[in-house]
């Protein structure tokens, strides 16, 4: 073999290896890709199922809050009702105290009355007998 065609030979086999690196250059690059494109499409399916779990929780956290203050109103509105019942009832019973104090010092002043009558009947009958014994004494003394 000459120089040349071991030149030549080894020319064909260093292009050989050299488009065999290529090969497996552009294959590796394909590769690389095709790991990168599923990563991608990974992070991009993890992204929207988190985005889909975001916007849930954020309705339910609305929802929370919505039923919260619903409960919070319902909660004052009975307080209210609650508050009013109560104040209607003391005026209630402040009237019915008020209308019993009154009676009761009708009641005391009738009362009075009524002990000033006897009081005085009480008196006047005791002068009436006392005259009648006063009148039987003169009567018996006389004969």
């Known amino acids: 073999m000459s120089g040349i065609e071991v030149l030549s030979t080894e020319e064909h086999e260093l292009q050989k290896e050299n488009r065999h690196l290529v090969e497996t250059i552009v294959a590796l690059r394909e590769k690389l890709e095709q790991l990168q494109y599923g990563e991608q499409k990974k992070v991009q399916t993890a992204k929207a199922e988190s985005s889909s779990e975001i916007d849930l929780l954020r309705e339910t956290i609305s929802a929370l809050r919505e039923q919260l203050e619903s409960i ?72």
């Open 72 to 143: 919070q109103i319902e909660k004052q509105n009975s307080i209210q009702k609650a508050v009013a019942s109560a104040n209607d009832e003391i005026q209630q019973l402040i009237k019915t105290a008020t209308a019993l104090r009154d009676q009761l010092s009708a009641e005391k002043i009738k009362h009075a009355a009524k002990m000033q009558r006897q009081k005085r009947d009480a008196i006047n009958e005791i002068q009436q007998l006392q005259d009648t014994i006063n009148k039987l004494r003169e009567s018996i003394d006389e004969k």
